[in-house]
């Protein structure tokens, strides 16, 4: 073998194992990639039921309804959430963060499920009275519903 050709299979070989290494990152990455939407978004693509996503904008008024039995953080909770255009039912179960209310601004971590509701595993609420997140600060000022009068508060 010339040494040419020994040159040649190991940057073969160099560039083959390169590109198994990036194909390993982007398929780890993938997997722990969560896409944010606004009900609008998502009502514009229809996305499989399996996909884990971000779902945000403001709880619905006279929509949270509360069911079951214990202590009253920990029941299963069902509520809208709104960007002002379009709303998504949501059910999730467990602790709710303190400042979870009406017409406030919410972050979803979860699924739809196949009935069109969305299973939430984890909600993340506004933190203070200036703070809303900027997914969904974004989205309400895509929507044209943004009020100037709440900021992001960096």
Do not use: C
């Amino acid at each position: 073998m010339t040494r040419k050709k020994r040159r040649l299979y190991i940057l073969g070989l160099f560039l083959l194992g390169l590109g198994t290494a990036t194909a390993l990152t982007l398929t780890a990455f993938q997997d722990n990639l969560v896409f944010f939407y606004s009900p609008t978004d998502l009502q514009a693509k229809k996305l499989p039921p399996e996909q884990l996503f971000r779902l945000g904008g403001l709880v619905e008024t006279g929509s949270v309804e509360r069911s079951g039995g214990g202590e009253a953080r920990t029941v299963e909770v069902r509520f809208r959430i709104t960007d002002l255009e379009h709303s998504v039912p949501v059910i999730y179960a467990g602790i709710l963060p303190d400042l979870f209310r009406e017409g406030q601004g919410v972050v979803a971590n979860g699924r739809m499920a196949p009935d069109g509701t969305f299973r939430a595993r984890e909600l993340l609420a506004k933190h203070d009275e200036n703070y809303m997140p900027a997914e969904v600060a974004e989205a309400l000022k895509k929507s044209g519903r943004w009020n100037e009068t709440v900021g992001t508060g960096k």
